[in-house]
């Protein structure tokens, strides 16, 4: 055979990254299970450079060059694994099986192990970027073998999406599933930047009462900003939208319910297994599960749930101070969900045994991806030489700027809340600043709680050592051997 790359799965993602590699001069052969969307391919954009049509996966793999290199683009879960099956005995010593859908990491690692079993390398990719991205360059986010990115590295670097600095988003990130767990993360970041924005949405309009088209240009605003990201540019789209049939904006007439494909539940699962504090992802995901369950409850509850509130919002309308501090409030709580996000990273990586780069992951993020922003160039550098800052927040780059959204944020969720405005996010990034700067957490009183009932010992904070009070009998305390329980 002689195409350089075969790409099996031909829905919209598949076939838009064999049309990329096709346009960057790769010959691609191309297998759909049902033949149908291989020809529809063809026939529309058959021109955009050299493809091999086949029908199975027989002539698939009879047609590429050895070692082979097979793109697998069809639906996630246990489709990839009949395909790997498949595709196992009709393969070579080397050749290399490459999954660009979003796996979930420990699949990942399983099917490695699997392939390497039969003398296969398998590479599991992390791809963002939709249906534009594949076809224009997406964020790629590559794990597997270091020996299988030396093969499949240039190919994926030269589809991928370029930062403006020219540099590809595409990086070896580390063995087995990284590249999927470095995607899921970066999902569970989109879910939470997704959400901040709506909570700016909701404020603007609740509070200042400034409507969609309104707000469109407030966005566009912002979008100059240090706010520059994809998503807020997208916003604006979406609220200068009017509907075709009753006149009113779009996002009136659409249901408030939001969908989820699983990408950010993975990511506050992985997180819970990890103990890593992501709280402004989970409540980013937890918003979407109340908005779109219990109708019911929802309906009752805006009947019946209503004391309490203040009836004026004592704002003006588009009060130019207060979209302001809406505006450093999304900011603070989009770089606590960034630090998060991170910091789950570095624990993943500890309990996984990758060696996760901060400073290439942002960098990858910079263009492509769904969550690209100014930012990302500020976190990767913030993460670039040896003394990396424990926590986001406290690099030097940010620490100032946060002190000066800090202000804003408090008056914003101070008004949310006496309006019952829900902030979620907003709140809960603000609680996470704010414990990860106090200086002693009611911790030490759980700790003595689970003395109480269970033995579970402390530590104290003025000897070494770990202590256990006599709770049931005369409250002496007796110093324990081992590990707090
Ligand atoms: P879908 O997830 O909708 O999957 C459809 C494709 O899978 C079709 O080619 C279908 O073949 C094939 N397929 C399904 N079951 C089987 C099976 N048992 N055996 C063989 N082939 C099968 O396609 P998308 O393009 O939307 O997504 C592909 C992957 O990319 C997914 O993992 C998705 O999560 C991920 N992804 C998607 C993004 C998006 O924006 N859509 C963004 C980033 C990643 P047939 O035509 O014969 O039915």
Known sequence: GTAQIGVTGLAVMGANLARNLARNGYTVALHNRSVGKTDELLAKHGDDGDFVRTESLQELVDSLESPRRILIMVKAGAPVDSVIESLIPLLDRDDIIIDGGNSYFKDTI???????????????????????GALNGPSIMPGGSEQSYESVGPMLEKIAAKADDGTPCCAWIDTDG???????????????????????????????????????????????????????????????????????????????????????????????????????????????????????????????????????????????????????????????????????LGSAGKEFGWDLKLDTIASLWRAGCIIRAELLGEIMDAYQGDDAPVNMLLAPGFLEVVEELVPSWRRVVVKATALGIPVPVFASSLSYYDALRRKRLPAALIQGQRDFFGAHTYHRVDEEGTFH????????????????A
């Open 469 to 484: 009070t006599l709770w049931s009998e005369d409250r002496s305390e007796v110093r324990t051997d081992g590990e707090i």
């Open 110 to 132: 399983r099917r490695e192990k699997e392939c390497a079993e039969h003398g296969l390398h398998f590479v599991g990719v992390g791809v963002s970027g939709g249906e534009e």
């Open 178 to 344: 990284a590249g999927h767990f470095v995607k899921m993360v970066h999902n569970g970041i989109e879910y939470a930047d997704m959400q901040v924005i709506g909570e700016a949405y909701d404020l603007l309009r609740s509070v200042a009462g400034i409507e969609p088209a309104e707000q469109a240009e407030v966005f566009r605003r912002w979008n100059e900003t240090d706010l520059s990201s994809y998503l807020i540019e997208i916003t604006a789209e979406v609220l200068s939208q009017v509907d075709e049939k009753t006149g009113k904006p779009l996002v009136d007439v659409i249901v408030d319910q939001a969908g989820q494909k699983g990408t950010g539940r993975w990511t506050v699962q992985s997180a819970l297994d990890l103990g890593s504090p992501v709280s402004g992802i989970a409540e980013s995901v937890f918003a979407r599960a109340l908005s779109s369950s219990e109708p019911e409850a929802r309906e009752q509850a805006q009947e019946k749930l209503t004391s309490g509130l203040i009836a004026s919002t004592g704002v003006a309308h588009a009060d130019p101070e207060f979209v302001e501090d809406v505006r450093r409030a999304l900011y603070a709580s989009k770089l606590v969900s960034y630090a998060q996000g991170l910091d789950m």
